[in-house]
């Protein structure tokens, strides 16, 4: 069997090794199947071939897309620009790709459309989802209830479709939940792999991250710990079943 390629983005140890233990756990991954690839730390080897990989997962990070290239910390800036020179391959010859939350920012900054703060932010914590009539339909997003709640919590969003992707998942605060493009690149803008412990771990790490006031951090945690999200990993298990 084909390994899948794990791009990875954040910059801190514990929350990097909590994602990558979440994502081999929601998509039933061995660890032996995946090539795991830290950015902050690491650069791509200089002979990958993405078509050696049955997919690539990209997860998230605390870096935004939308901001100046200025504002932008070296290594946040380092790290996506590696994953942007990959997306004209992986959307040209339409290659097996699951974007977890930063990876939707990618993809549609790469179509060329506008990925920005300027509406559409969401506030830290669950948020009920609904698939759309392409979604009901779509190999991946098939099996998914009508409606189900998701973890998110972002500075920016994509604010209008990408040029040729589809709409498969939408949300209250946010239309664009989760997009495909071609028939094999897929992005979102939750977090497939959170549960509630996965969160509560993000909600320390990053409270001073600006993503919600300090003091609010308590009872976000305890309001992850009450919510129901079970149905988002089925993407991450899809994935895999399907590509793998």
């Known amino acids: ?5 794990l791009l990875q983005l954040r910059p801190e140890t514990e929350a990097s090794d909590s994602e990558y233990r ?3 756990d929601k998509a039933g991954l061995p660890a032996a199947r995946v090539h795991r690839v830290r950015l902050d ?5 200089a002979n990958l071939d993405l078509a050696d990989y049955a997919g690539t997962i990209v997860g998230g990070g605390p870096g935004c897309v939308s901001d100046a290239p200025r504002d932008k910390d070296p290594v946040e800036r380092r790290i996506e620009e590696t994953i942007l020179r990959l997306m004209p391959r992986i959307t040209a010859q339409d290659l097996p790709f699951m974007g977890c939350c930063y990876g939707i920012g990618i993809l549609a900054h790469h179509l060329g459309a506008e990925v920005s703060k300027a509406r559409f932010a969401e506030p830290v914590g669950p948020v009920t989802c609904y698939t759309t009539p392409e979604g ?3 190999p991946l ?3 998914l ?3 189900f709640d998701a973890f998110v919590g972002h500075k920016e969003a994509v604010q209008h479709l990408p040029k040729g992707a589809v709409h498969l998942v939408s949300s209250g605060p946010c239309p664009y939940q989760m997009i495909r493009y071609g028939e094999n ?3 979102t803008q939750f977090h497939p792999e959170a549960d509630a412990a996965e969160f ?3 909600i320390r790490i990053y409270r001073h991250r600006g993503y919600f006031a300090p003091e609010e951090a308590d009872a976000l945690i305890e309001m992850c710990r009450t919510a129901r999200v079970t149905e988002p990993a089925r993407l991450l298990e899809g994935f895999v079943a399907r590509y793998g």
């Open 136 to 138: 009901a339909s779509d």
């Open 145 to 147: 209830p009508a409606q």
């Open 141 to 143: 997003t098939v099996g």
């Open 41 to 45: 730390r690491e650069d791509l080897p």
């Open 22 to 24: 979440a994502i081999l």
């Open 185 to 187: 690149v897929y992005a």
């Open 200 to 202: 509560e771990t993000r």
């Open 1 to 5: 069997m084909s390994r899948f390629l």
